[in-house]
């Protein structure tokens, strides 16, 4: 098959839609555009089954008990907020501290910071240098205040996945709610609320290959009944814990997007860990002192993450952006001009930060693509070194931290 | 973000990539920036030594595109002018010929920092060799 340009291989910041919910998203546009908070007529009700249907089907991927225990939000930023806030404020009177992780995406982060300037206080445990949490580090940081574990499904950069079974059993013995952002993992490598002890969770649409806009926070009712304070009042949808007009046709696709996803999981993860394991290989052996970040084994099958000494990210992404899509924790591609956290928190120096390149795969990625860029990547790079005095001075020997460099 | 047509063009095709031996009579090199900053710039000069002109001029940078833009001209501007010419080679001067947005102001200012070194360094050993010699 030919290739076809740009190729787009930066699947952890969104994905496309896929076709099929598309197909299934167009009749809410239109003959089925009723309100599903409208009780009296059919339009409300031919919605509001729309609606209904997703939940059950959003429920099946995450294995939730009862599909009344999703909230839809606007994306994922909204469902972290409410899940963090919600439960800051619902439950003030018994303590005042949340425990996170350093790795966490900037939604919680920033949740974070907000709450420490109105008084509560958050522990952000650190990560080992394959990007995952140690139980005893969270352990160690609960108190008798703490009133919520916050830890991410799989980083958003590196894709390491957290032992979550395992901290969702530690909150459930000290009898503390465990919210997780798992907006890189739902609809893409298993997740199960029950097994798993996981009381809030966090997804959202565009990511597994739904429409932008539309998010869930699923909030367990059960064993323990999870309360949280809204962030939006009004007309009291969402079972009071999100209100504004559903938009259901989003909703819609959303659902239908997680059923795919259902279906095809266990096949596309694996093909996708075939092709993102070609592209390490073929990248990792053709450059010397380029380095895998992340966990090697417990990471998303569609993630990879590698820093190439001596050369910068964006600089590398320049090489390429005309044919394909990626991207980089190098500072001039972040808005905060500041290099990745997540690879700094891994213990990475500042210049590997710098120099590291996310690839990730998705559904429609072909193998022709990842030759493709396997091959181009290899010679951007290349191409970058010749004319990288940190490259020249490293093969002459000299040691860089020996140099006193000058920042400007 | 898009790169104005002269970046790009630097970045495809960078002019003068490369070293000179560092201790060759007339050459003078800076090294500027820092690893944990994300941009290094190495720029060297090559003064006749007769008539005080640069007769070439070499960069090597680790950065980002506008980094390596911003060094690539530098060595075109430098190569031909004397000495002091070169030493007035401004910063904003390379903003507006690149047409670089103010994110990347910085990179500008970090050739003018490497310009700045090469030179100083070829006087101080320019000096330092004339006094040898006498």
Redesign the interface.
């Known amino acids: 098959m030919a290739l076809k340009f740009p190729i787009f291989m930066d699947a952890q910041s969104t994905t496309p839609a896929d076709p099929r919910v598309v197909e299934a998203m167009i009749p809410y546009f239109t003959e089925k555009f009723g309100h599903a908070a409208s009780r009296n007529h059919s339009f409300g009700w031919e919605a509001e089954a729309g609606v209904d249907r997703a939940r059950e089907q959003l429920a099946r991927i995450i294995g939730a008990r009862d599909p009344k225990e999703l909230v839809f939000t606007s994306g994922g930023t909204e469902s972290i907020n409410l899940a963090i806030k919600g439960i800051a404020e619902m439950y003030r009177e018994k303590g005042n501290h949340i425990v996170t992780t350093v790795i966490e995406q900037r939604a919680s982060l920033d949740v974070g910071k907000r709450l420490e300037r109105q008084g509560y206080e958050v522990t952000y445990v650190p990560v080992r240098p394959d990007g995952l949490v140690e139980l005893e580090a969270i352990q160690k940081a609960i108190t008798d205040k703490t009133i919520l574990i916050s830890v991410m499904f799989a980083n958003n950069e590196v894709g390491t996945i957290q032992d979550i079974a395992a901290i969702g059993r530690l909150a459930k013995d000290k009898g503390i709610i465990f919210h997780t952002d798992a907006t890189q993992a739902v609809g893409k490598i298993p997740v199960n609320v029950e097994t798993m002890g996981i009381d809030l969770l966090s997804c959202t649409a565009h990511l597994l290959y739904g429409p932008k806009g539309v998010g869930a926070l699923y909030v367990r009712r059960k064993g323990p009944r999870v309360r949280i304070a809204p962030l939006i009042d009004g007309g009291g949808h969402e079972r009071g814990m999100r209100s504004g007009t559903l938009p259901v046709p989003l909703i819609v696709g959303f659902g239908r997007a997680a059923e795919i996803c259902g279906e095809v999981m266990a096949e596309e993860g694996a093909r996708l860990a075939k092709l993102r394991d070609r592209l390490q290989d073929m990248i990792l052996s053709n450059v010397d002192e380029a380095f895998l970040n992340g966990h090697p084994e417990r990471r998303l099958p569609h993630n990879l993450n590698i820093s190439f000494a001596y050369v910068e990210g964006e600089s590398v992404l320049m090489g390429l952006n005309k044919e394909t899509a990626l991207s980089s924790g190098s500072a001039c591609t972040s808005s905060t001009l500041e290099p990745s956290y997540v690879i700094g928190a891994l213990g990475a120096s500042a210049e590997l930060a710098h120099s590291s390149i996310r690839f990730s795969l998705h559904r429609f990625t072909t193998e022709e693509e990842v030759e493709h860029v396997g091959a181009r990547t290899i010679e951007v790079v290349k191409r970058l070194r010749d004319m990288s005095p940190l490259y020249e001075l490293a093969k002459e020997g000299v040691d860089l931290k020996s140099i006193r460099w000058k920042a400007e | 973000m898009a790169?104005s047509e002269k970046v790009v063009d630097h970045?495809n095709n960078?002019r003068n990539?490369g070293?000179f031996t560092k201790d060759t009579p007339g050459v003078g090199t800076g090294?500027?920036?820092?690893?944990?900053?994300?941009?290094?710039?190495?720029l060297q000069i090559k003064v006749n030594l007769d008539t005080g002109v640069i007769e070439d001029a070499k960069?090597?940078?680790?950065?980002?595109?506008s980094?390596?833009a911003s060094s690539s001209l530098a060595t075109e501007w430098l190569k031909g002018k004397t000495v002091d010419e070169a030493s007035k080679i401004k910063n904003t001067d390379i903003v507006n010929e690149l047409k670089l947005p103010p994110?990347k102001i910085?990179c500008s200012?970090?050739a003018e920092?490497a310009i700045k070194a090469a030179l100083a360094d070829y006087r101080e050993k320019h000096v330092a060799d004339a006094e040898a010699s006498r």
């Not at chain 2, 960069?59 to 595109?65: D, P």
């Open positions: 790169y970045y960078p990539v070293s090294l500027v920036g820092a690893p944990e900053c994300g941009d290094v710039m190495k960069f090597k940078t680790f950065g980002c595109g980094a390596i994110v910085h200012v970090l920092d």
